[in-house]
């Protein structure tokens, strides 16, 4: 048997517009705990962004004066998601088979791949993290 990206992926995720503020991006991650969120327009997926992408646009990570923390916080609120996000996002779909998932993930050094329709409209999300706790269900599996 054959196991799909469909086993696996989260459906209930996280996503913004491309016109959504960096802000909204932080405070998402920070409310939802997650560390990518696919950007949507028309109902498909167009961009991609990770945390790494928000830590890399944040300089108060490396400042910790509060003038630097306001400053951030301002360019935050008043940058939009476009400016920002990773285009040209790899998908897959929910009948996929987790290897060739998998392997995506390892060949191009992803975090994470959107799942989409034939549409292209998001229906979950595949992660490391999905990976990582399907093989620990696997190998704890009994038989």
Excluded: N, W
């Amino acid at each position: 048997m054959t196991h799909k990206v469909e086993d696996i992926m989260t459906r209930r995720v996280f996503s913004v517009g491309l016109e959504d503020s960096m802000e909204t991006i932080r405070d998402g991650m920070e409310t939802y705990g997650v560390r990518h969120i696919p950007v949507i327009d028309s109902g498909k997926v167009v961009g991609l962004l990770s945390r790494t992408d928000v830590l890399g646009f944040s300089e108060s990570q490396f400042r910790s004066s509060r003038v630097s923390r306001a400053l951030d916080d301002t360019r935050m609120e008043e940058t939009f998601v476009a400016e920002v996000m990773t285009r040209d996002v790899r998908t897959v779909r929910p009948q996929t088979p987790i290897a060739d998932a998998a392997e995506l993930l390892l060949k191009h050094k992803f975090g994470c791949l959107p799942v989409t329709d034939a549409d292209g409209s998001l229906v979950g999300i595949v992660t490391k993290h999905d990976f990582v706790k399907a093989l620990v269900d696997l190998i704890r599996k009994p038989g």
